[in-house]
């Protein structure tokens, strides 16, 4: 079992940065393949980002070269810097563990992009 909590959301104009935290508590996440997703008003939830265990990253392209996602193991804590936000990044940002079909979930955090 692993529990999630996001944390690291907010209102931002666009060009803003802001950075996700995921802190997990229960099992190690050390070998989890941990996720970032998000979902938007009226949109399926969709994978942004992806960080194995051994940190090879995998991107969504609507974010490559603006998003990074990063993982400390040693603090069960996994990261997402996110520069040059656009309006469409506009959305409930999710936290995973293990995979979208059978992994752990958090709450999400809102992330919103206005001027």
């Known amino acids: 079992q692993v529990q999630l909590v996001e944390s690291g959301g907010g209102l931002v104009q666009p060009g803003g940065s802001l950075r996700l935290s995921c802190a997990t508590s229960?099992?190690?996440?050390?070998?989890?393949?941990m996720g970032w997703y998000r979902q938007a008003p009226g949109n399926q939830r969709e994978l942004v980002a992806r960080?194995?265990?051994?940190?090879?990253?995998d991107y969504a392209d609507f974010v490559k070269g603006r998003f990074t996602i990063s993982r400390d193991n040693a603090k069960n804590t996994v990261y997402l810097q996110m520069n040059s936000l656009k309006p469409e990044d506009t959305a409930v940002y999710y936290c995973?563990?293990?995979?979208?079909?059978?992994?752990?979930w958090g709450r999400g955090t809102q992330v919103t992009i206005s001027s």
């Open positions: 995973n563990a293990g995979g979208a079909v059978a992994g752990y």
């Open positions: 229960g099992s190690s996440i050390r070998f989890y393949v």
């Open positions: 960080i194995t265990g051994d940190t090879s990253t």
